[in-house]
Nanobody, 113 residues
Framework: GQLVESGGGWVQPGGSLRLSCEAS?????????RGWYRQAPGNEREFIAQ???????LYADSVEGRFTASSDNAKNMLYLQMDALTPEDTGVYYC???????WGQGTQVTVSS
């Protein structure tokens, strides 16, 4: 099974991006919570957000109120809407399947002017 992220890119401060994470059909993507993580250059990977199969969300303080995690369980999809982006949001974003402990390959997000 695999997870594939998409939707990253370059955006100016204050802009928005929407990340997607698609799980292959053999991934038990809806058995447990799914998460988003971020790794900035020189830093460890950090938790950003998670969403349970019931749609309950949890966010890191640094993104609370600006990022929104959602999912389409029927399509094995996970999303991260990112608004009011700042340069500190720059990094590689990864999705994670908690049930199978799977990670995607990551998608780069760069916020700069």
């Amino acid at each position: 099974g695999q997870l594939v992220e998409s939707g990253g890119g370059w955006v100016q401060p204050g802009g928005s991006l929407r990340l997607s994470c698609e799980a292959s059909p053999d991934v038990m993507f809806n058995y447990s919570a799914r998460g988003w993580y971020r790794q900035a250059p020189g830093n460890e990977r950090e938790f950003i957000a998670q969403i349970t199969t019931d749609g309950i969300t949890l966010y890191a303080d640094s993104v609370e109120g600006r990022f929104t995690a959602s999912s389409d369980n029927a399509k094995n999809m996970l999303y991260l809407q990112m608004d009011a982006l700042t340069p500190e949001d720059t990094g590689v974003y990864y999705c994670k399947d908690y049930f199978g402990q799977l990670w995607g390959q990551g998608t780069q997000v760069t916020v700069s002017s």
